[in-house]
């Protein structure tokens, strides 16, 4: 059996895609009996799966991932165990403890990260997470369509209401790429395509319900710096991930920081806005 974790200096690597090294274990009986570190040679998210696969990996585990790689895994029948952070030896000894818990696709593609450590939450609210590319969500879709349960391949661009436009896969110049009903996707752009023809395009327009929620008061909250470590170096704007009581990271933003304290805002930055999308459906397998 082999394992591989995201790898950067001992830890586990939070960002399954920016992933520039992993380290590979080799398991006999329940025991690691060998390791080595192998590099990605800058393959990006979809490549990545198949340069697992090349090298016989049974079980990824790591930190944040999307859902288009997640799909790619399971297409190359590769085990995923996401949502781990910390000691990155420790985490492999935690899964073959039956210990570490798969928390699906879990990544938010807008704006840089930065980790702040072993910071917990358990004290507060800290609201939900989905991205159109990678929220996690239920294994039973919450509606009927001719394409659920297919990997689905889309170009979209989006919009709010003033047209501005905040994302486009057009732009990047590749589609993306989830499994329909999986709960990978927001709800409204999910449904939407459960019927869709490979070629017809579409365009909708989604209230907060059925894109990324309302923003969540009890999702803000404050924090002494003296009990962060770390968090002195952190600007308000920036996005970084802190973990859970379960040692699971999730993406906060900083709202506001001043001498003694800092805010973090666990709300989705599209909470609380109406969306538009125009969606091409570009490939169902």
């Given at each position: 059996m082999k394992i591989a974790v995201t790898y950067e200096n001992g830890q586990v690597f939070q960002?399954?895609?920016?992933?520039?090294t992993f380290k590979v274990y080799d398991v006999q009986?329940?025991?690691?009996?060998?390791?080595?570190?192998?590099?990605?040679?800058g393959s990006g998210h979809g490549a990545l799966a198949a340069l697992l696969s090349g090298r016989g990996i049974d079980v990824l585990i790591c930190g944040g991932?999307?859902?288009?790689?997640?799909?790619?895994?399971?297409?190359?029948?590769?085990?995923l165990c996401a949502g781990a952070s910390g000691d990155a030896d420790?985490?492999?000894?935690?899964?073959?403890r039956g210990e570490l818990v798969n928390t699906g696709a879990n990544c938010n593609h807008h704006g840089e990260h930065h980790s702040c450590g072993e910071h917990s939450c358990d004290e507060h609210s800290c609201g939900g997470h989905e991205d159109h590319e990678c929220g996690s969500g239920?294994?039973?879709?919450?509606?009927?369509?001719?394409?659920?349960?297919?990997?689905?391949?889309?170009?979209?661009?989006?919009t709010f209401n003033d047209g501005t436009q905040f994302d486009s896969s057009y732009d990047r110049g590749e589609p993306l790429e989830f499994i329909c009903g999986a709960g990978q996707m927001i709800k409204g752009y999910d449904a939407a395509v459960a019927d869709m023809e490979v070629?017809?395009?579409?365009?909708?327009?989604?209230?907060?319900?059925?894109?990324?929620?309302?923003?969540?008061?009890?999702a803000v909250f404050t924090v002494e710096l003296a009990q962060?470590?770390?968090?002195?170096?952190?600007?308000?704007?920036?996005?970084?991930?802190?973990?859970?009581?379960?040692?699971?990271?999730?993406?906060?933003?900083v709202a506001a920081k001043d001498e003694k304290t800092?805010?973090?805002?666990?709300?989705?930055?599209?909470?609380?806005?109406?969306?538009?999308?125009?969606?091409?459906?570009?490939?169902?397998?």
């Open positions: 960002h399954f895609g920016h992933t520039e009986d329940g025991q690691i009996v060998g390791s080595e570190l192998v590099s990605s040679n991932i999307g859902g288009g790689a997640q799909a790619a895994l399971a297409e190359q029948n590769i085990e420790e985490a492999v000894k935690a899964y073959l239920s294994s039973k879709p919450a509606f009927e369509g001719k394409n659920v349960g297919r990997k689905c391949k889309t170009h979209y661009r989006g070629g017809e395009s579409i365009d909708i327009h989604l209230m907060p319900e059925d894109a990324y929620g309302e923003a969540d008061p009890r962060m470590p770390g968090a002195e170096t952190l600007s308000e704007g920036q996005q970084v991930y802190l973990q859970n009581q379960f040692g699971q990271p999730f993406p906060v933003k800092i805010t973090f805002d666990a709300n989705h930055e599209m909470a609380g806005k109406e969306l538009n999308f125009h969606i091409e459906l570009v490939d169902v397998e």
